[in-house]
């Protein structure tokens, strides 16, 4: 493997996450609970989808095939997206999509950081710019995990019972293979374990505020870095790509 | 050449330093700090901009309004260059921007820099009414009509209003 392949697919890691992250956040689009967080949910699905587009072009142009944003988006089988398992996960009832924020956002927060300082520019420029928005999002998703678990007794029990149910799945964001290692030593990626320690930090601080209990370690799902997904995957790239499935080149 | 410059780099920045946000059309995209170079070849015009944020749809529209604002001039051949380094901040906005925004209704962005507060947002920040001039506001939602702008309200005057984020 060489560098430049290792990177492509370094990129499409980020800006694959972003991308489905935000094509969920995008379901809550007239569905909020009120209309503030309606608003506040389509924001950060706005955000995420431009993170992916400034990773997905770049992608293109380190492969050097012509392939834009729109064919990696909108192109690719579900056996060629390398998101996260969390950020697929269902978007569920309110608490179940702040839990899967929560811990998403975490990951962000602290892998960006890190790869401010990457030898890669456009990396580095990528990461310097999103930080930014992610900072607003572990915000939002934090004050409302603090909220539900700290609100009712309905709302503690059920946020508890989301964060447990997506905890099986954080494991995943923190794997690492050959790409990585290759990265790594061209001072381009970032150790993930290093990044795990800050993730831990946080979401220990969050969940302590909000009174709610850490997840017991358990079984990981795995499958991010080999583009196995879940089930909900082709059912959400089935949607996002209804329109140029069906019309193909259509332009907006 | 047909397509030969004939304009220095002073007078293609003053064409297009003038172009209006879209969504706020009192500032311009000097102002807001997206227009961040112009280099002049002999034969085609470099615009180097930087979004305010990565999603923001009023991108498109600058570089749709460069392009068709130049033509006007007879420049036919541009290119929109994006640049993500240095990442955009409300810093670089000047107080006649700030103004304008206030005179909009819109609260400019308050601090010298950006809301360091990461899990919660870091005590209480004095944002002026831009209605009754009240200091007395609350803090609605993060987020707003736009991805630049969060949700106030004033307790005085009771009306809702935008308040312009520090990034």
Redesign the interface.
């Known amino acids: 493997m060489t560098t430049n392949e290792a990177l492509i697919n370094y990129c499409l890691r980020l800006g694959d996450s972003s991308l489905i992250l935000g094509q969920r956040m995008s379901e809550w689009c007239s569905n909020g609970p009120i209309l503030e967080e309606d608003i506040a949910m389509t924001n950060i699905a706005l955000d995420l989808i431009g993170q992916s587009r400034t990773m997905l072009t770049y992608a293109g142009k380190l492969e050097g095939k012509g392939r834009t944003e729109d064919d990696f988006a909108y192109k690719r089988e579900e056996r060629e997206f390398y998101n996260t398992l969390l950020s697929e996960r269902p978007n569920g009832h309110f608490g179940d999509t702040v839990a899967r924020n929560f811990l998403h956002s975490a990951f962000f927060y602290h892998l960006f950081q890190a790869l401010k300082n990457s030898k890669d520019e456009m990396i580095a420029a990528h990461a310097a710019k999103s930080i930014k928005e992610v900072t607003y999002h572990l915000r939002h998703s934090s004050e409302w995990l603090v909220r539900l678990g700290d609100g009712t007794e309905e709302s503690h029990n059920k946020v508890q019972e989301s964060l447990n149910d997506m905890w099986e799945f954080t494991g995943d964001l923190f794997e690492m293979n050959e790409v990585d290692e290759l990265l790594i030593k061209e001072g381009i990626a970032v150790d993930l374990t290093e990044i795990k320690k800050e993730w831990d930090k946080t979401v220990n601080q969050v969940i302590e505020r909000a009174t709610l209990n850490r997840p017991e370690e358990c079984y990981m799902q795995t499958g991010r870095l080999n583009a196995i997904h879940s089930e909900y995957l082709g059912h959400l790239i089935a949607e996002m790509q209804f329109l140029q499935r069906a019309y193909p080149e259509a332009q907006w | 050449m047909v397509n030969d410059i004939k304009y220095t780099k002073e007078q293609v920045w003053g064409f297009i330093s003038e172009i209006p946000d879209p969504e706020i059309p009192v500032i311009t995209i000097e102002e807001l700090g997206v227009l961040r170079d112009v280099e002049v070849t002999p034969t085609k015009v470099i615009v180097t901009i930087t ?1 305010t ?5 009023a991108m498109k529209m600058f570089e749709d309004d460069i392009i068709s604002t130049l033509k006007e001039h007879g420049i036919e051949n541009v290119e929109i260059k994006m ?6 901040t409300t810093d670089w906005m000047p107080q006649k921007a700030k103004d304008k925004l206030k005179a909009y209704g819109i609260a400019p962005p308050v601090d010298g820099s ?1 809301d360091k ?5 870091n005590g209480p920040k004095v944002v002026i009414c831009p209605r009754c001039k009240s200091k007395d506001t609350i803090l ?6 736009t ?1 630049c702008k969060a ?1 106030y309200s004033c307790k005085d005057c009771l009306e809702p209003f935008d308040y312009f984020k520090c ?1």
């Open positions: 979004p944020y990565t999603g923001c749809p640049v993500y380094s240095p990442a955009w950006a507060g990461v899990l919660f947002a609605t939602s993060q987020f707003g009509s991805a949700l990034i």
